[in-house]
């Protein structure tokens, strides 16, 4: 047990391997896959660092797969704000043009969200702790000091990173929220940063596959990204079945993103097609 | 140093929450341009808020790396006329995302190689937000002034085949409602594919200051949460001291210290009518 902010102890689970994902955005065929593939992948735990809602053309057909599998999940600020029933999402948005398929996204989230599973999202915790053998991991949604903080890899100094594991007691933080994965060692590997990226949208690398993260505990951590391949076409098709934006269908398709695409830094903007 | 204006000692205050973004005001009010709405009244004449030492800029930075900043800014006046911008940039961006402001008329080709060349070598973006202030030359040029709309094309276009990725910022001023898909049809209309604008509302202040209008109170402030201001996380390294606001740097009323950052993390008074603009409309100075 540790404490964190205060008081009051937190469970810390240990571990030798864990698969850590974020991001599912309603996309319940690509979790599915994911899922299927950490069992293969022999991992210890499942954790998924949140916004379970959003894009995707299935909110509902996601918890169900989660509790199969029995992921833990860190809240994130879409399902922050799911759970509240607030007026957007607080996605961090300031582009007219993103916050139009964000206000879209979030209504039809919302709409096709059961009052079960908001209540369930109410209930989720802002972070997890976790060991893995010596590595004292930290697992939030944006960061750790900000549910909605977008921790991009070009925009994100080594600074901050040892500022804000030295403030939250960890060796290893992981995050999400960018929806684009990326790491890195700190201090000849004595201290570690990666986001995990998103399994609900692709890369913006122009394939369509997904990515989580394999963690391995030991003297030197180990962090792989793993690629899925999924049944992107049944989740292209049921986005236009149920009138969504074609452009996120496209996403799904082509592996390019259409949309939420102002957020991006110079650096990883330059790598897409759009 | 001038007399803190009346209002400031009552004024509501922003904690210090943590510094997220570095402001360096690196020409002070130095500018080729008097564009009529400039927040800090900048122009070519002799700046009322001198050029920051290059020292100066260097210390901060530093002192701002300890802090775990997480991203920096140039801006003045111009700060393209600043002769030490290419090593401060490189100095910025060995350590953090480095944005910097200008008005997109003193940018030639050898300049935008030296940027694309240090973006290259950075681990970091270098971000370049040009200003424009309509999509169409003459209400563009009516207040930032004659042949400033082609010049600052000719930047963009520049900028974006060295794969700069420029960022149009654009204030109300002149275009209305609409604007963001005006300047995007402008941008796509120059053959640059990824677009990027950002929309800033006119602050009460520089040269837009008109007479006194409202300033925030307490009372205006229950039930908002003030660590979402900007000049919660934010400071500002100016000539004559730093502030938590990058528009009402040089204002006595806003200054924090006269040198130090770590002087300057308290509580900062939301005392300006721009404050009170910041607080109605959720504007971002940064980036996104």
Same mark, same amino acid.
């Given at each position: 047990?540790?404490?964190?902010?205060?008081?009051?102890?937190?469970?810390?689970?240990?571990?030798?391997?864990?698969?850590?994902?974020?991001?599912?955005?309603?996309?319940?065929?690509?979790?599915?896959?994911?899922?299927?593939?950490?069992?293969?992948?022999?991992?210890?735990?499942?954790?998924?660092?949140?916004?379970?809602?959003?894009?995707?053309?299935?909110?509902?057909?996601?918890?169900?797969?989660?509790?199969?599998?029995?992921?833990?999940?860190?809240?994130?600020?879409?399902?922050?704000?799911?759970?509240?029933?607030?007026?957007?999402?607080?996605?961090?948005?300031?582009?007219?043009?993103?916050?139009?398929?964000?206000?879209?996204?979030?209504?039809?989230?919302?709409?096709?969200?059961?009052?079960?599973?908001?209540?369930?999202?109410?209930?989720?915790?802002?972070?997890?702790?976790?060991?893995?053998?010596?590595?004292?991991?930290?697992?939030?949604?944006?960061?750790?000091?900000?549910?909605?903080?977008?921790?991009?890899?070009?925009?994100?100094?080594?600074?901050?990173?040892?500022?804000?594991?030295?403030?939250?007691?960890?060796?290893?933080?992981?995050?999400?929220?960018?929806?684009?994965?990326?790491?890195?060692?700190?201090?000849?590997?004595?201290?570690?940063?990666?986001?995990?990226?998103?399994?609900?949208?692709?890369?913006?690398?122009?394939?369509?596959?997904?990515?989580?993260?394999?963690?391995?505990?030991?003297?030197?951590?180990?962090?792989?990204?793993?690629?899925?391949?999924?049944?992107?076409?049944?989740?292209?098709?049921?986005?236009?079945?149920?009138?969504?934006?074609?452009?996120? %269908?496209?996403?799904?398709?082509?592996?390019?993103?259409?949309?939420?695409?102002?957020?991006?830094?110079?650096?990883?903007?330059?790598?897409?097609?759009? | 140093?001038?007399?803190?204006?009346?209002?400031?000692?009552?004024?509501?205050?922003?904690?210090?929450?943590?510094?997220?973004?570095?402001?360096?005001?690196?020409?002070?009010?130095?500018?080729?341009?008097?564009?009529?709405?400039?927040?800090?009244?900048?122009?070519?004449?002799?700046?009322?808020?001198?050029?920051?030492?290059?020292?100066?800029?260097?210390?901060?930075?530093?002192?701002?790396?300890?802090?775990?900043?997480?991203?920096?800014?140039?801006?003045?006046?111009?700060?393209?006329?600043?002769?030490?911008?290419?090593?401060?940039?490189?100095?910025?961006?060995?350590?953090?995302?480095?944005?910097?402001?200008?008005?997109?008329?003193?940018?030639?080709?050898?300049?935008?190689?030296?940027?694309?060349?240090?973006?290259? %070598?950075?681990?970091?973006?270098?971000?370049?937000?040009?200003?424009?202030?309509?999509?169409?030359?003459?209400?563009?040029?009516?207040?930032?002034?004659?042949?400033?709309?082609?010049?600052?094309?000719?930047?963009?276009?520049?900028?974006? %085949?060295?794969?700069?990725?420029?960022?149009?910022?654009?204030?109300?001023?002149?275009?209305?409602?609409?604007?963001?898909?005006?300047?995007?049809?402008?941008?796509?209309?120059?053959?640059?594919?990824?677009?990027?604008?950002?929309?800033?509302?006119?602050?009460?202040?520089?040269?837009?200051?008109?007479?006194?209008?409202?300033?925030?109170?307490?009372?205006?402030?229950?039930?908002?949460?003030?660590?979402?201001?900007?000049?919660?996380?934010?400071?500002?390294?100016?000539?004559?001291?730093?502030?938590?606001?990058?528009?009402?740097?040089?204002?006595?009323?806003?200054?924090?210290?006269?040198?130090?950052?770590?002087? %300057?993390?308290?509580?900062?008074?939301?005392?300006?009518?721009?404050?009170?603009?910041?607080?109605?409309?959720?504007?971002?100075?940064?980036?996104?």
């Amino acid at each position: 047990m540790s404490s964190h902010r205060g008081d009051v102890p937190e469970r810390v689970s240990e571990h030798r391997r864990i698969a850590v994902l974020g991001g599912v955005y309603s996309n319940a065929e690509a979790l599915a896959a994911v899922l299927a593939d950490t069992r293969r992948r022999d991992a210890e735990a499942v954790f998924c660092l949140g916004d379970l809602g959003g894009f995707g053309a299935h909110p509902d057909r996601v918890f169900p797969l989660l509790r199969e599998h029995d992921v833990r999940v860190v809240r994130g600020n879409y399902d922050e704000a799911v759970a509240a029933g607030a007026a957007d999402c607080n996605c961090g948005y300031t582009d007219p043009r993103d916050n139009h398929y964000a206000r879209l996204s979030y209504a039809y989230t919302v709409a096709h969200t059961s009052a079960t599973n908001r209540a369930w999202l109410a209930t989720l915790p802002g972070h997890r702790r976790a060991r893995l053998g010596p590595h004292r991991v930290f697992m939030c949604h944006g960061s750790p000091r900000r549910i909605n903080e977008f921790l991009w890899e070009s925009t994100t100094p080594d600074g901050l990173l040892r500022r804000l594991l030295a403030d939250h007691a960890a060796d290893v933080l992981l995050c999400t929220h960018t929806g684009l994965k990326w790491r890195r060692a700190l201090d000849g590997g004595a201290a570690h940063a990666v986001n995990v990226g998103a399994v609900g949208r692709p890369e913006n690398d122009g394939t369509p596959d997904v990515w989580y993260a394999l963690l391995t505990g030991g003297p030197e951590l180990e962090v792989e990204f793993v690629s899925v391949a999924y049944d992107h076409e049944a989740a292209a098709r049921a986005l236009e079945a149920e009138g969504l934006p074609r452009e996120f %269908a496209e996403t799904l398709r082509t592996g390019w993103w259409t949309t939420c695409l102002e957020n991006l830094p110079a650096r990883e903007r330059a790598r897409g097609r759009f | 140093m001038p007399a803190i204006p009346p209002g400031v000692a009552d004024a509501p205050r922003a904690p210090f929450v943590t510094l997220s973004a570095l402001w360096l005001v690196l020409t002070g009010t130095l500018c080729n341009l008097r564009c009529t709405h400039c927040l800090n009244a900048s122009g070519p004449d002799e700046p009322w808020l001198a050029p920051l030492d290059g020292a100066v800029a260097r210390r901060a930075l530093t002192e701002a790396e300890a802090l775990g900043v997480r991203e920096v800014y140039f801006t003045g006046g111009e700060p393209f006329l600043h002769r030490e911008i290419l090593p401060l940039l490189e100095t910025s961006l060995a350590m953090a995302a480095t944005t910097v402001l200008t008005n997109g008329t003193v940018m030639t080709d050898a300049l935008a190689g030296a940027l694309a060349a240090l973006a290259g %070598a950075s681990r970091y973006s270098l971000e370049i937000r040009v200003s424009l202030d309509a999509a169409e030359a003459e209400a563009n040029d009516r207040v930032r002034g004659r042949g400033t709309w082609e010049r600052a094309l000719r930047t963009l276009r520049t900028l974006d %085949a060295r794969g700069l990725l420029p960022i149009v910022t654009a204030t109300e001023i002149a275009d209305g409602a609409g604007a963001y898909d005006r300047f995007r049809a402008l941008l796509r209309g120059l053959g640059i594919a990824k677009p990027r604008v950002k929309i800033l509302p006119v602050f009460p202040v520089g040269r837009a200051a008109g007479a006194p209008g409202v300033r925030l109170t307490d009372a205006d402030l229950e039930g908002f949460d003030r660590t979402t201001l900007q000049c919660a996380e934010t400071r500002v390294v100016a000539a004559d001291g730093v502030y938590a606001c990058p528009i009402l740097a040089g204002l006595p009323g806003a200054r924090l210290s006269d040198g130090a950052l770590a002087a %300057a993390l308290g509580p900062a008074a939301l005392y300006h009518e721009a404050c009170a603009t910041c607080h109605r409309t959720g504007a971002t100075c940064r980036n996104a």
